[in-house]
C-alpha cells in the first residue's frame, strides 16, 4: 500500500504533506493514524519520538488481540468478525486500525465460557450484557478494559454474542452466523455498520483490498447480500468507496445489486412498525425487545453456571448471569428508586430463582 492511496481514501492532496493526511485521519476515525504512521514508517518517513510511541502502542493492542483470539479459539467454540479477517488482507508491515474485537460463539455456554477465559487473569472495568431476540434469545457481553495509555489510546474492547449482526430488532432481524466464504462475510460486516454511523475511509480502505480477492461468483456475493437484508447498504459502501479508490475484482458487483436493492427497498416499505417497546419486562422479553443490563454485583460461586437466568419481582426482571447480577432495563438511565429496588431484592432473604436456558442462546 502505497501513500497515494491514504492520500486518495482521506481525499487529500498529497502536496499537503504527512502532517495533513494524519490531522485528517484523526477527524475520519480514531484508529486511522495508526494506519497512516504504520504507513509512513513503512515507507521510510522520519517519525518523532511521540509519533513511534504511538505507533508502537497501537501495534501491541492489535498482538493483544491476537492473542486474546488464540487463546478463547483454542477454548470456545467461537468465530471472529471484521477486525481480524479484514486485517489478513492489509501488506505485511501496514498496520489495520482495529478498535475492538468482535466474536461469535455457536451458543450461550460457549459465550460463558469465553467471558470467563477473558476474565480469569485480568478484571475488566466494565462488564456489559445485553439480551434480544424472540423466540429464540441472544446474549452480547461487551467487556472494557484499560489501555496501555489510558489518557491518549482508547479502552480495550472485546464484544462476544451469541449472534453475529443483531439489526434493530425491526426491519432488520437478527442474523445468528455470517456467511462461510470470508469475503461475504467481510463486505457483509461492514455493510452492516451503516446501520449505526457513515462510512469512512477505513471502510474504504477495507473494500480497496477486498477488491485484490477474485470473486469465485457474484451471484453467490448478490444471493448473500439479499438473504442478510444488506443490499442497499452494499451497493452504498461499494459506491462510496468507489469515489476513491479502485474497487478490483469487486468493480461489478454494484450494478449486479441492483434487483436486490429495490427488492429490499420494497421490503422495508412494506414493514409495519412495531408498537414502541413495552415498559412491562414480560411482555418485553417475549416481543425479543433489546433489553439492557444495568450492572448490580459480580457474581461469586457460579463456576458452574452456563446459562443466565432471569428472576422476575413484581413488574421487574434481573438478569442473573456466571459473571454479574443485572436489572433488565429498556433505557440506559434509570430512577434511583428502581436500581435501590433491585439490590433489595438480590438481598433479599429469599431464593433468587431463574431457570437456565434450554438451548443455544436461550434464556428462561
Avoid at 450484557?129 to 478494559?145: D, E, K, M, N
Avoid at 483490498?209 to 444488506?230: D, Q, W
Avoid at 479502485?246 to 409495519?272: C, F, I, K, M
Amino acid at each position: 500500500m502505497d501513500l497515494s492511496t491514504l492520500y486518495d481514501a482521506l481525499d487529500v492532496p498529497e502536496e499537503h504533506g504527512p502532517g495533513r493526511l494524519l490531522f485528517s485521519a484523526r477527524k475520519a476515525h480514531y484508529t486511522l493514524p495508526y494506519l497512516v504512521l504504520s504507513a509512513l514508517e513503512y515507507h521510510g518517513h522520519p517519525m518523532s519520538e511521540a509519533a513511534r510511541g504511538e505507533l508502537g502502542r497501537a501495534r501491541r493492542r492489535a498482538r493483544h488481540y491476537e492473542e486474546v483470539l488464540a487463546h478463547i479459539a483454542d477454548r470456545a467454540r467461537v468465530q471472529v468478525v471484521k477486525g481480524p479477517m479484514l486485517a489478513r488482507h492489509y501488506p505485511d508491515g501496514i498496520l489495520r486500525p482495529q478498535g475492538d474485537l468482535d466474536l461469535v460463539t455457536d451458543g450461550e455456554a460457549d459465550l460463558w465460557r469465553a467471558v470467563r477465559l477473558l476474565t480469569a487473569d485480568s478484571t475488566p472495568l466494565y462488564i456489559g450484557v445485553s439480551i434480544l431476540g424472540a423466540p429464540i434469545r441472544h446474549t452480547v457481553v461487551a467487556l472494557h478494559w484499560p489501555a496501555e495509555d489510558p489518557l491518549l489510546d482508547p479502552e480495550i474492547r472485546v464484544d462476544v454474542a451469541t449472534a453475529a449482526l443483531v439489526g434493530d430488532c425491526g426491519v432488520f432481524p437478527v442474523r445468528p452466523r455470517m456467511p462461510e466464504d470470508p469475503l461475504a462475510a467481510n463486505l457483509l460486516a461492514l455493510a452492516e455498520e451503516r446501520l449505526q454511523r457513515p462510512f469512512h475511509a477505513r471502510d474504504i480502505i477495507d473494500v480497496h483490498l477486498l477488491g485484490a480477492t477474485p470473486i469465485a461468483s457474484t451471484e453467490a456475493l448478490v444471493s448473500a447480500a439479499a438473504e442478510y437484508h444488506l443490499a442497499p447498504e452494499l451497493r452504498e459502501l461499494l459506491d462510496h468507496a468507489a469515489t476513491r479508490l479502485p474497487l478490483g475484482h469487486l468493480s461489478g458487483l454494484s450494478a449486479a445489486l441492483e434487483t436486490e436493492v429495490d427488492r429490499e427497498r420494497a421490503r422495508r416499505a412494506a414493514y409495519s412498525a412495531p408498537p414502541a417497546p413495552p415498559k412491562d419486562i414480560d411482555a418485553a422479553l417475549a416481543a425479543g425487545t433489546a433489553l439492557y443490563g444495568m450492572p448490580l454485583r459480580p457474581a461469586e460461586g457460579r463456576t458452574d453456571w452456563d446459562r443466565a437466568r432471569v428472576h422476575r419481582y413484581g413488574d421487574e426482571a434481573l438478569l442473573l448471569t456466571p459473571v454479574g447480577d443485572y436489572l433488565l432495563v429498556t433505557h440506559e438511565i434509570v430512577a434511583q428508586e428502581r436500581y435501590e429496588a433491585a439490590l433489595r431484592e438480590l438481598d433479599a432473604p429469599t431464593e433468587l430463582r431463574g431457570e437456565p436456558g434450554r438451548g443455544a442462546g436461550q434464556l428462561s
